[in-house]
């Protein structure tokens, strides 16, 4: 099946500081990678919208420069907090859908949390 | 946008008995309609999914409902097991939408012994 991972796993880092968590898909291309937000028991909120080689589309209340998106290639995203405060503290989590008529389905990496003291 | 709804939000069975959640949703151009199985600290993980051309899919103890007239759709779960226990989450998506989804609140499972 298909295999999307992320790094780190986990991360700690301090109040202002910046963090790159990585999403691959592993054996398969990804045209569009999502990125999502969950805070403790609750639900998946979507953040932004990859396409390869183009700019994100965020969502609503999200913000661009704060949440940086790039993907560069087809098996590559990756999400930049930058500047980051406690309130960003929270699990995210990417999933890659594949190239091909009538895909639907999205597969989800295992989950980064991070942690901002 | 799409909206989903999902109810109840918690929901305790005895082991062997069935467990049924059920989702609404708002945009009547949605056409894909997954089920995640989420563990605390892990993925979401897909159980069953169902296209709207068809209005039931079943696999083993597993089973999705779909009512596009009503836009809702529903999760069965029979003859449940302790390890059925986790949160369970509904979504929708639509083809030209990229395939966004958008989830359901969740509800949490608690298969007792």
């Known amino acids: 099946g298909a295999v999307v991972s992320q790094h780190p796993s986990r991360v700690i880092c301090k109040s202002g500081t910046s963090v790159k968590i990585e999403c691959r898909s592993l054996d398969f291309q990804a045209t569009t990678m999502f990125w999502y937000r969950q805070f403790p028991k609750k639900s998946l909120m979507l953040m932004a919208t990859?396409?390869?080689?183009?700019?994100?589309?965020?969502e609503q209340g999200v913000e661009k420069d704060k949440f940086l998106i790039n993907h560069a290639s087809l098996t590559l995203s990756t999400l930049t907090v930058t500047s980051a405060h406690p309130e960003d503290s929270s699990f995210y989590i990417c999933?890659?859908?594949?190239?091909?008529?009538?895909?639907?389905?999205?597969?989800f990496g295992p989950g980064t949390r991070l942690t901002v003291t | 946008g799409e909206n989903v709804e999902q109810h109840p939000s918690t929901l305790s069975v005895q082991e062997g008995d069935s467990a049924v959640i059920k989702c609404t949703y708002s945009?009547?151009?949605?056409?894909?309609f997954p089920w995640y199985k989420q563990e605390l600290g892990k993925r979401p993980q897909l159980i069953i999914d169902?296209?709207?051309?068809?209005g039931e899919k079943k696999d083993q103890r597993i089973a999705v409902t779909l009512n596009k007239t009503a836009k809702h759709f529903s999760l069965h779960i029979t003859e449940t097991q302790p390890e059925d226990s986790a949160v369970y989450f509904c979504?929708?998506?639509?083809?030209?939408?990229?395939?966004?989804?958008?989830f359901g609140t969740g509800t949490q499972l608690k298969v007792e012994l």
């Open positions: 979504a929708a998506s639509r083809t030209g939408g990229g395939n966004k989804l958008t």
């Open positions: 945009d009547s151009a949605s056409n894909y």
């Open positions: 999933s890659a859908s594949a190239r091909g008529q009538g895909s639907y389905e999205q597969y």
């Open positions: 169902i296209r709207s051309n068809v």
């Open positions: 990859s396409n390869e080689g183009s700019k994100a589309t965020y």
